[in-house]
């Protein structure tokens, strides 16, 4: 069993930055990929990006790519999301998952991740 509590959210204006906390603990945390999923009213969730367990290598959505990124510490068992550049079409509640047995052409798929957390508001105002 993992559980995932995210932190960080909240409200920023436009252009600004929001660094994004997801502690996990439970089962091991190295042993899984981590990612971060968004859902904003009226649209579906979607991803956002995902770490590999190595933490070598991250996978980004097109309209996050150059602006977000991705990280994790194992010392501390927590995956951070970096925010910049933050446009009003971010907002939307952020969602951490943790995915025990992807592969590449799943990652982008909630349904294939093992463990959720809660989700944080992030808003940002124009």
């Known amino acids: 069993q993992v559980q995932l509590v995210e932190s960080g959210g909240g409200l920023v204006q436009a252009g600004g930055s929001l660094r994004l906390s997801c502690a996990a603990s439970?089962?091991?945390?190295?042993?899984?990929?981590m990612g971060w999923f968004r859902h904003a009213p009226g649209e579906e969730r979607k991803f956002v990006a995902v770490?590999?367990?190595?933490?070598?290598?991250?996978y980004y959505a097109d309209s996050v790519k150059g602006r977000f990124t991705i990280s994790r510490d194992g010392a501390k068992n927590t995956v951070y999301l970096q925010m910049n550049s933050l446009k009003p079409e971010d907002t939307a509640v952020y969602y951490c998952a943790a995915g025990f047995s992807l592969i590449l052409s799943s990652i982008r798929t909630p349904s294939q991740y093992d463990h959720w957390g809660q989700g944080t508001q992030v808003t940002v105002s124009s």
């Open positions: 439970g089962r091991t945390f190295n042993s899984g990929a």
């Open positions: 770490i590999r367990r190595s933490g070598d290598h991250a």
